[in-house]
């Protein structure tokens, strides 16, 4: 069966479904402001077995501002705001309703953008590698190495959450 246009939003849902992965995500997103959908592309490319190349990471980073940053992140702003007043308000709790629904359309979007850098042709040089959690580890690696941070601390421990989920077939 091929690829399709799904597979990458099939592959998050899947993921974030497990034990654990939620938590560990939403943690990462809100105490180390990381994106969410970068953290699960990295991952994605990893078990599709692609390196996340400098080209490649630099088109993530401008998706990730402009989408991540730029109308993702004000429309979870604008949903978790809501959420106080959604108590006991009728009018409040649809418009947090409708909200929460354009949020994870931008959040597909953002991952359709991501996915598309993976669809063009490997990197004159390039191969596909054997995919699994080491490759995952190292595209992570490179994107946070490139936003200045590191695979490290409670950040690796809720990374290795993730990563555990994700690959625990290997």
Known sequence: MGKTAEDFWDFSLVLYARPGVEAALLALQDEEGLDVNLILFCLYAGARGRSLEEATLAGMRGI???????????????????????????????LRAEVKRLELAAEKEMQLR???????????????????RGLAERNLSAWLEGEGRAFAGRCGERFARVLDACFNDD
């Open 114 to 132: 991501l996915d598309a850098l993976l669809a063009g042709a490997l990197p004159a040089g390039a191969a596909l590698l054997p995919p699994g």
């Open 64 to 94: 990730g501002a402009g989408w991540g940053q730029g109308v993702v992140a004000p429309l979870r702003a604008a949903r978790r705001a809501l959420k106080p007043i959604a108590e006991g308000d009728a009018a409040a709790a649809r």
